[in-house]
C-alpha cells in the first residue's frame, strides 16, 4: 500500500535524543499529473458544415483528428480516452455507442467517428455552423462524466477540448441576446456580444469541472481560414471569438490558411489582410500542436499528517495497538480479540470496524451485500484491496460510506482512515465542527498531533504531541522523466533537481549477470554488497542511468526479486557517470551543480520484468511542483506484539509502522478531495534502550512516497 523506506537514514542535528520518541526530516515536492499518468479526456468539436466541403476537400481537418488519436490511444500509460462532436446545423456526438458513453478507447468506434467526419451536415433553418450547440453538447457530456465517475477517479482526471472551427457561427449573435432589446440595432451582429455569450458558457463549464473536483479542463482553437475577400471582416470576428475562448480556457490557439495566401496589396483592406495572413499561415492542418498532457494548474500541498499506527491517542497518553486496528491491545483484551490480528474472524472487516457497526468481531460474517464484487477468495492469506491508500478496506469504505477511491472522502487533508480510528468525522470537515472534547484544539490539528480528539488530554498533550516544522518553498520548474514502456515493471518517482532537459537512457540487464562485468571495480561500499549478492542470485537483474548531459551510464544497482517480495516493492536511486563529477567540459571536471544527475525508481512486481537487456530513452523535462522542507518531532514509541495480520506478519516485537501522508489538491482547489503521496517508515523498539534504526532523526527522500490510488 505504501513505500517502506529504502532512504539512507542517518542521526539528524538539533534532536534531543529518546530511546521512546523518533522524528523525521526531508524535503518533498507535490506530484505532476502528467507523469503520474492521471486520466485525461479529450473531446474534439469538429466543424462539418456543408461549407466546409470546398474550403478542405481532402478532409485533411478529420486525418488532423486521427492523428491525434493515433498518437496516443497507443499510449503505454493507458490514460487518454475520446470524444469526437462533428458540428453543422445541429451538434452530434458521433464517437457515441449503445453504451452512451462520452469518452472512449475503442479503435472501431473512434475510427467510425472520424469517417463520419468527413459526411456534411447540412443547414437546420437559419443554423448552418451550430458552434453555441457544440458547446452546449460538450458541456452536458463532461458533466454527465462528471456525475458517473467516482469521486476518486475526477479528483485525478484532467479534461481538453479541441475545438476545430473553419468559420463564423451561423447565425450569429445579435446585440439583444446580451439584454439590449431597447437597441434599435438590435438585430445586427454584436462580436462584442457575441464573445461574451461564448466565454460565459465555456467559463460555466469550467466552473463545474472545478465544483466537482477535476483538476483541470483546458480549451483549445484551431481555424481553418478561408481567404475569399468578402469574408476578411468574419474571419476577424471568428479568430477573436476563438482566441479568446482558448485564453478563458487556458488553451491554445492555432489558424492555417486552406489555399494559397492572396496578393494583399490588391485587397480592399491590406490592412487586415497582411495581419490574417502573418496569423494563418498556408500550411497543413495539425491539431498536435496542442498540448493534451500538460498542466497550467499544479497540485499544491494541502497537508502534512504523521501517524505511528501502533499507537492509540487517549487522555492517559499513547497506549499499544500492536495490530493496527484501531482497538488498542487492553480494549482487545476486553471484546475477546485478538491484539496481533486486525480481523480476528478472518471475514475480511476489521475488528474495530466490525464493533462500530455492531458487527460480532468473533464470527465470521458473509460478504456484506454493499460489497458485491469485491474478492473474497484469498482474505484467509491476504488483505482486501485498499484502493485508495487511506488504511480502511474497499469493503470497509462501502460500509461506512466513505469512497473506496478516495483518501480522503470531506476533503479536510486527513485520510479517511485515520479519521475512523480517531473518531473524528471523516464525512465533514474537522475544521468546520467544534472540538470534541471541547479544549479549543480542532478535531484535525488533534488528527494530526496525534492527541485525543473526543478525550481531554490537554494537559499529557503538552509532551506528547507531535511537532511540525514546514518551510514552504513555494512552486518550482522542476524536472521530471517520461515513464519506461520496453522496461516493464519498472516506473519512474523522481529525478534530481539538476538533471539534463532531453533524452537520457535507462539500461536494464536481464539475468542471469555477469557480476564482474555487471560491477567492475573499484566498487564502493553498496556496489561491493551488490557484487556479492548477485554471485548467488541468478535471478537478480540490474538497472542504471545516464543522464543526458552526461558522458555514460552509471553504477549498476541490482535487482533482487527476493529483496522486493519481502519489502512488498523497492525504490532504488540510480546515479549517473559524472554524479560525482568524474566527467569532464572543456577539459575541467564539471562542477557540482552541472552534474547532479540521479533518478529514483520503483518496482513492485517483479514477475513482470523483462526477460531480455535492453537501453531506452527516457525524456527529461520540467513541471510545475510545490515544494517544502519538514520535520516532524516527538513521534512516541511503543513495543507491540509481532504482528500476525495476513499480509503483513512480522515475527519480531517492537515493530511501529509510521506513515506520512503529504495530502495535495489542485491550485485554486484545495478544499476539494485531493490525492496523496505515502510513505511507511518502520521503527523496532525494545525498551529500555534497543532501537533500529538507531537515529533519533531519519531522512525520507521522494522516492520514499507512493502516489495512492491509481488513474
Known amino acids: 500500500m505504501a513505500a517502506c523506506s529504502d532512504s539512507q537514514l542517518y542521526r539528524g542535528t538539533g534532536v534531543g535524543f529518546q530511546n521512546d ?63 469526437i462532436i462533428g458540428y453543422g446545423g445541429r451538434a452530434r456526438l458521433l464517437s457515441g455507442g449503445t453504451d452512451g458513453i462520452a469518452f472512449s478507447r475503442q479503435p472501431a468506434l473512434l475510427q467510425n467517428a472520424i469517417q463520419l467526419l468527413r459526411l456534411p451536415e447540412p443547414c437546420v433553418g437559419t443554423r448552418c455552423r451550430d458552434m453555441q450547440g457544440a458547446l452546449s453538447l460538450a458541456a452536458s457530456l463532461i458533466s454527465g462524466d462528471l456525475l458517473a465517475a467516482s469521486t476518486g477517479e475526477v479528483a485525478r482526471t484532467r479534461y481538453a477540448i479541441v475545438h476545430f472551427a473553419a468559420g463564423p457561427p451561423v447565425p450569429r449573435v445579435f446585440k439583444c441576446q446580451c439584454d439590449m432589446a431597447g437597441d434599435p440595432m438590435c438585430k445586427t451582429p454584436d462580436k462584442g456580444c457575441e464573445q461574451s455569450i461564448y466565454v460565459d458558457q465555456l467559463n460555466a463549464l469550467t466552473d463545474q469541472v472545478r465544483l466537482r473536483g477535476a483538476p483541470e479542463l483546458r480549451y483549445h482553437t484551431f481555424y481553418l481560414r478561408d481567404v475569399k475577400a468578402n469574408l476578411l471582416t468574419e474571419n476577424q470576428d471568428t479568430i477573436e471569438l476563438l482566441q479568446k475562448l482558448s485564453a478563458a480556457g487556458n488553451g491554445a490557439f492555432d489558424c492555417r490558411t486552406a489555399q494559397n495566401l492572396p496578393d494583399c496589396s490588391k485587397s480592399p483592406d491590406p490592412a487586415t489582410c497582411n495581419r490574417q495572413a502573418m496569423l494563418c499561415p498556408f500550411g497543413v492542418t495539425t491539431l498536435l500542436g496542442f498540448s493534451l498532457d500538460s498542466t497550467q494548474r499544479p497540485f499544491l500541498i494541502k497537508k502534512l499528517v504523521v501517524a505511528n499506527l501502533n499507537t492509540l491517542a487517549t487522555a ?65 492469506t491476504q488483505p482486501l484491496a485498499d484502493s485508495d491508500g487511506d488504511l480502511l478496506n474497499d469493503c470497509e469504505e462501502r460500509l461506512l460510506g466513505t469512497d473506496p477511491n478516495l483518501a480522503d472522502t470531506d476533503g479536510d487533508g486527513l485520510p479517511d482512515g485515520l479519521e475512523f480510528r480517531a473518531g473524528t468525522n471523516y464525512a465533514l470537515s474537522d475544521y468546520l465542527l467544534p472540538p470534541y472534547d471541547h479544549d479549543g484544539i480542532a478535531n484535525g490539528d488533534e488528527v494530526r498531533q496525534h492527541t485525543a480528539p473526543t478525550e481531554d488530554d490537554t494537559a499529557d498533550a503538552l509532551g506528547r504531541a ?47 549477470l555477469n557480476c564482474d562485468m555487471t560491477f567492475p571495480g573499484p566498487r564502493s561500499a553498496s556496489q ?75 518496482i513492485e512486481n517483479p514477475d513482470i520484468l523483462r526477460r531480455t537487456s535492453v537501453d531506452e530513452t527516457t525524456v527529461i523535462g520540467t513541471a510545475l511542483r510545490a515544494c517544502e522542507s519538514y520535520q516532524v518531532r516527538n513521534i512516541s514509541l511503543l513495543t507491540s506484539l509481532p504482528d500476525q495480520t495476513p499480509g503483513r506478519q512480522t515475527t519480531k516485537n517492537g515493530i511501529n509502522n509510521v506513515y506520512v501522508f503529504f495530502g495535495q489538491g489542485p491550485d485554486g482547489q484545495l478544499t476539494a478531495p485531493g490525492i496523496f503521496s505515502t510513505a511507511l517508515i518502520q521503527v523496532r523498539y525494545a525498551p529500555p534502550a534497543k532501537r533500529e534504526p538507531a537515529d533519533p532523526d531519519l531522512l525520507l527522500q521522494q522516492g520514499d512516497f507512493v502516489v495512492q490510488g491509481g488513474p
Not at 27 to 56: E, N, W, Y
Not at 365 to 371: I, L, Q, S, T, W
Not at 557 to 579: D, F
Open 21 to 83: 520518541r523518533l522524528a523525521l526530516s526531508g524535503h518533498f515536492c507535490s506530484v505532476d499529473p502528467a507523469q503520474q499518468r492521471f486520466p485525461v479526456k479529450v473531446l474534439f468539436l469538429v466543424d462539418t458544415s456543408s461549407i466546409l466541403q470546398g474550403l478542405d476537400p481532402d478532409y485533411n481537418y478529420a486525418r488532423a483528428v486521427d492523428e491525434v488519436i493515433q498518437q496516443f490511444i497507443n499510449s503505454p500509460k493507458g490514460n487518454y480516452t475520446f470524444g
Open 316 to 380: 492517559a497518553g499513547p497506549v499499544l495497538d500492536s495490530d493496527q486496528d484501531g482497538l488498542s491491545d487492553d480494549q482487545e483484551m476486553q471484546f475477546g480479540t485478538r491484539p496481533d490480528l486486525a480481523d480476528t474472524d478472518g471475514d475480511g472487516i476489521g475488528d474495530l470496524v466490525e464493533i462500530r457497526l455492531g458487527l460480532d468481531p468473533l464470527t465470521p460474517n458473509p460478504p456484506p451485500g454493499a460489497c458485491f464484487g469485491i474478492d473474497f477468495s484469498q482474505v484467509a
Open 466 to 512: 507531535y511537532y511540525y516544522e514546514e518551510q514552504d518553498e513555494g512552486v518550482k520548474d522542476l524536472p521530471y522523466a517520461s515513464q519506461p514502456m520496453a522496461i516493464t515493471g519498472v516506473s519512474i518517482l523522481d529525478v534530481s533537481a539538476g538533471a539534463t532537459p532531453g533524452g537520457g537512457s535507462l539500461r536494464f540487464l536481464a539475468g542471469p
Open 528 to 602: 561491493d554488497a551488490d557484487y556479492k549478492a548477485c554471485q548467488s542470485c541468478p535471478e537478480c537483474s540490474a538497472l542504471a542511468w545516464k543522464d543526458p548531459g552526461d558522458c555514460d551510464f552509471g553504477p549498476a544497482v541490482l535487482v533482487s526479486p527476493k529483496a522486493i517480495r519481502q519489502r512488498g516493492g523497492l525504490s532504488l536511486t540510480l546515479e549517473s557517470h559524472s554524479v560525482n563529477g568524474q566527467c569532464t567540459l572543456a577539459g575541467q571536471p564539471m562542477p557540482p551543480s552541472m552534474s547532479d544527475f540521479r533518478l529514483i525508481v520503483r
